[in-house]
């Protein structure tokens, strides 16, 4: 019996030749099809998820465990749009923040000599375009010329910019001359329409999001790539989320990493949908990783998953975590994380990565090793 075979026969208890055909195709690094993905998904149990997306895992990234040392420095929590799955977003003037340009830049230098990177990402504020961040970003760069800039959701990007009159083209420019070295992979959310018009219907349509990845990846700013799962979406819609994404990186191969959402239901409109399982979650990031072969890393967001969950699933797939954190981000606390204060020490994270049998590598943002002086 083929090693294939076996993984079938044992996890599946039945013969199924349709399944066979797909594991052999896994284990022999071929592309998989929307259908064998949704087979797959459908068909195999977990074990025998962990097992293959592990194989790809291992092909792609042998043991190593990237981390990063950065935070999440979240400007605003005030937000034109009114998401149905979002618990960050103010109800209330009391309840609002916004931080302003010394806010900022002194949240930066309280954590600079720690981080190699910092994630900026925050609400839809009505009134700040780029005219209020290009100043920003280049004081950043000046000051911390290595610091790592990763920064606006495509959704943040579509407003902060047309709002200060640019096309999309001439306004991401401006950003990468003044120091922008990635953007994050927020805002895709659910890519299937009915879903964007029934949860959050005034967002960027799934075809913007696209296309301002797409315009980001032609002149060179990386990105990454994100889906929101675990509340209406269906597995197919899941899947689909997946194609469109290795579609566009076939054609622009300008993503990084991909990193499934879990749909956390505390203190939104969304609280009467139940919590996807770990089983599910574990599920979700195995296809992710088997699909998107032309993606190099999945990654895990612990914040959001839990640590528990987010080191597990280094064995469904995973090679990257984000990150040290520093206790900068609210936007999972409010929708009921189980870290409440979000903070990972640098010992804790190689100690954990070393208990799942995995080699801990520090990683900058563009994913080199961190080379450390003695
Ligand atoms: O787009 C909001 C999600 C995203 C909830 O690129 C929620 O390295 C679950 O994109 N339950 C923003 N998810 C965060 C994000 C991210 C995180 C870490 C790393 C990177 C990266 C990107 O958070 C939003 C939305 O999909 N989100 N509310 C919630 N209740």
Redesign the pocket.
């Known amino acids: 019996m083929s090693l294939p075979e076996k993984m079938a026969s044992c996890c599946n208890n039945i013969s199924d030749k349709k399944l066979d055909t797909i594991i052999s195709k896994v284990l022999n690094f071929q592309r998989i099809s929307l259908n064998e993905a949704f087979y797959l998904y459908t068909h195999a149990e977990l074990p025998l998820m962990g097992y293959l997306s592990n194989k790809i895992r291992e092909f792609k990234n042998g043991n190593n465990t990237y981390y990063i040392k950065n935070i999440h420095l979240e400007y605003t929590n005030l937000c034109i749009n009114k998401c149905a ?4 977003r103010s109800k209330t003037k009391e309840d609002s923040w916004e931080l302003s340009a010394e806010g900022i830049m002194s949240i930066i230098k309280e954590n600079a000599s720690s981080i190699n990177e910092v ?1 900026i ?1 925050g609400g839809i504020h009505p009134e700040k375009d780029l005219n209020f961040w290009l100043p920003v970003l280049r004081s950043i760069k000046d000051t911390y010329p290595t610091l790592h800039i ?1 920064a606006f ?1 495509a959704a943040e990007l579509d407003f902060l910019i047309s709002k200060a009159g640019y096309a999309l083209k001439k306004g991401l420019a401006l950003l990468k001359d003044n120091g922008l070295d990635s953007i ?4 895709a ?1 659910i890519f299937d329409e009915d879903c964007r018009k029934k949860l959050f219907p005034t967002k960027i349509s799934a075809k913007k999001w696209l296309a301002i990845h797409k315009a980001a990846h032609k002149i060179n700013i990386p990105s ?1 790539a ?1 889906m ?1 799962y675990g509340h209406i979406e269906t597995i197919s819609q899941r899947l689909k989320h997946l194609d469109i994404l290795r579609n566009l990186q076939d054609n622009t191969n300008g993503f990084n ?1 991909f ?1 499934p ?4 239901s505390r203190n ?1 409109a969304l609280s009467y949908i139940k919590e996807s399982s770990i089983i599910e979650d574990l599920k979700v990031f195995a296809v992710s990783r088997i699909y998107l072969d032309n993606f190099q890393h999945i ?1 895990a ?1 612990w914040p ?1 998953l839990g640590k528990d969950t987010a080191f597990l699933a280094l064995d469904f797939g995973v090679d990257d975590m ?1 990150g040290t954190i520093n206790n900068t981000t609210s ?2 606390s409010r ?1 009921g994380a189980t870290d409440q204060k979000p903070q990972m020490s640098e010992t804790e994270f190689k100690d954990m990565i070393k208990v799942h049998r995995r080699i801990p590598v520090e990683r900058n943002a563009v994913y080199d090793a961190v080379i450390k002086g003695n």
């Not at 994050?184 to 805002?187: A, F, I, L, S, Y």
């Not at 959402?261 to 956390?264: A, D, E, Q, T």
């Open positions: 799955f979002c618990s960050f994630h990402v990763k959701t994050p992979g927020g805002g959310e990454n994100t929101l990493a990193i959402l879990k749909f956390k939104n990654k967001y959001m984000d936007i999972y929708a």
